[in-house]
């Protein structure tokens, strides 16, 4: 890397977080972030290091893909002829 060019943690996607950076980063709460852990069905992967929690960054970033939604065409139809009613 050449000098005066900041590293960033763009540049480092396999970085490991801790449950605040990680929140910062996500924009989702350390709670919520909490409750992921433990589901059931897709738990959000996570390292126990003593008794700290670290996060990978790019297991976030592909964990976080299976809660990727896309819109719904019939509801925008129905939203459409709803406007248009008005």
């Known amino acids: 890397m050449s000098k ?3 590293r960033t943690s763009d540049s ?3 970085q ?3 449950l605040r950076r990680l929140s910062l980063y996500s924009g989702i709460g350390i709670r919520t972030l909490r409750s992921h ?3 059931c069905t897709n738990p959000l992967p996570y390292y126990r290091v003593g008794g700290k929690i670290l996060l990978k960054r790019s297991e976030y970033d592909e964990w ?3 809660f990727r ?3 719904n065409a019939a509801l925008d139809s129905v939203v459409g002829e709803l406007v ?3």
């Open 16 to 18: 490991y977080y801790d």
């Open 12 to 14: 480092f996607p396999d």
């Open 84 to 86: 248009e009613g008005l």
């Open 4 to 6: 005066g060019v900041p």
């Open 37 to 39: 852990l433990v589901r």
């Open 69 to 71: 939604t896309r819109g």
């Open 64 to 66: 976080i893909l299976a």
